[in-house]
């Protein structure tokens, strides 16, 4: 069974398409509208082995906020749907991830409540024009939606750009391994039966 979704979400802020294959060939297609996503979520795209494709127009001219929140929501939103009932996953998943001096560490359990717990202390406020306060903002609603517990932990970096670049990498790897199925599991990874 192929494991993708797709969304349009419209509202006053943005529009947005969106389409996610978990089991793809590390291949995006960006049009965000906000340079620094395209770049995170490419390097996303390629360590996590998906495909995936952004259309997003937003009220950009404001700020890159509402964009970057609607697509954590659209991207957490396709990946519910495209798990499924989840049979056969691994669930948990864990990457560290090194960018020259910084060090990232992203920690998944696909287990259907959502949490975000991010120990990261950005030297900057920006990363060229884009707010660092966004990444947590993207995490949250990608946690919230997808229905995942996430642990973002920059261990340490001194350049904000590597240290997110780290973290985007790290989650990619984090969901690639969470989202694998295992053959040796039978029916969904829980005692409960369910997630």
Known sequence: MERVASIERNTNETKI??????????????????????HM????????????TVDAKGDIEVDDHHTTEDIGICLGQTLREALGDKRGIKRYGN????MDEALAQVVVDLSNRPHLEMRAEFP??????????????????LALEARMNLHVIVHY????????EAVFKALGRAL??????DPRIKGVPSTKGML
Request: proline letters at 3%; hydrophobic letters at 40%; charged letters at 20%.
């Open 17 to 38: 398409q969106l389409s996610l294959a978990i089991d793809g060939e590390g291949r995006s297609n960006l049009e965000t509208g906000v340079p620094f996503m395209d």
């Open 41 to 52: 979520l490419d390097l996303f795209t390629k360590h996590g082995q998906f495909n995936l």
């Open 95 to 98: 990457a560290f991830v090194p």
């Open 124 to 141: 900057s406020q920006k990363v060229g024009t884009f707010d660092t306060e966004l990444v947590h903002e993207f995490l949250w609603k």
């Open 157 to 164: 970096g001194k350049n904000t750009h590597h240290m997110i």
């Open 176 to 181: 690639d391994d969470a989202t694998t199925i």
